[in-house]
């Protein structure tokens, strides 16, 4: 079935340094692949999306390429702020479009 | 403005007693979903319903019940029957079967705690 495995965090960086968190999906299809934010006792944010191969999402300085050939769709910022600090979940839609399958969620947690 | 709103933020149940958290969306979403969430942990989903008065089980059900009586409103029911309900739950919601690929829409969440 679907999947989605992401690195377990937490990923602790000092400010300003470069972020990756790797996700991988199961290459069922041709998914729309997404990258959610959750920030301490909220909900889930949609923070990039894309919809076919070698599609670049971006928002607020991260980006995820939609890579085929690895079925890989990281996340990646140049330059971390203190804000940044969240849960950063990586999902696939099925091939259905009416249902996402959620990565087990990366803490990040940036320090000043 | 369009949304999802949850209620209450802050739940306290007894043991024993059913609670029931709500769901309100206005973007005129086909499909609505609930999930639990634990400590560090990611999503777990409970119930969905991609339409008025159908709903699926989720991965776990068990100790939940739902309805689906208006597009809008899609509310959980946590039982007694759920043996260990004290989590963070969040509902969310998505426009399938137009052909646009937004993802979901969540709200804010309820935490529910046992005491």
């Known amino acids: 079935g679907d999947s989605v495995t992401q690195m377990e965090g937490p990923v602790t960086l000092s400010e300003e340094a470069f972020l990756t968190i790797n996700c991988t999906y199961t290459?069922?299809?041709?998914?729309?692949l997404f990258w959610y934010v959750q920030y301490p006792g909220e909900g889930l944010q949609l923070l990039l999306k894309?919809?076919?191969?070698?599609d670049k999402g971006s928002n607020k300085g991260f980006e995820a390429t939609y890579r085929k050939e690895t079925t890989s769709f990281h996340l990646e910022k140049g330059s971390v702020q203190v804000s940044d600090s969240a849960v950063y979940f990586c999902?696939?839609?099925?091939?259905?479009?009416?249902?996402?399958?959620f990565g087990g969620g990366t803490r990040l947690m940036v320090k000043p | 403005d369009g949304g999802i709103t949850q209620s209450p933020k802050y739940l306290f149940r007894k043991e024993g007693q059913n609670v029931t958290l709500s769901c309100e969306q206005n973007?005129?979403?086909?499909?609505m979903y609930w999930y639990r969430q634990d400590p560090g942990q990611g999503l777990r989903l409970i119930y969905y319903?991609?339409?008025?008065?159908?709903?699926q089980k989720g991965d776990i059900a068990e100790g939940y019940s739902v309805s689906r009586e208006k597009k809008e409103s899609f509310p959980l029911t946590v039982t007694s029957a759920q043996k260990n309900p004290t989590a963070f739950y969040l509902c969310?919601?998505?426009?399938?079967?137009?052909?646009?690929?937004?993802?979901?829409?969540f709200g804010s969440g309820t935490r529910l705690t046992v005491v």
């Open positions: 973007l005129n979403h086909d499909a």
């Open positions: 969310a919601s998505s426009d399938v079967g137009t052909g646009t690929n937004y993802g979901y829409t």
């Open positions: 894309a919809t076919k191969a070698d």
């Open positions: 999902a696939r839609l099925n091939n259905a479009g009416n249902m996402l399958t």
């Open positions: 319903s991609q339409i008025v008065n159908d709903f």
């Open positions: 290459a069922t299809g041709y998914p729309s």
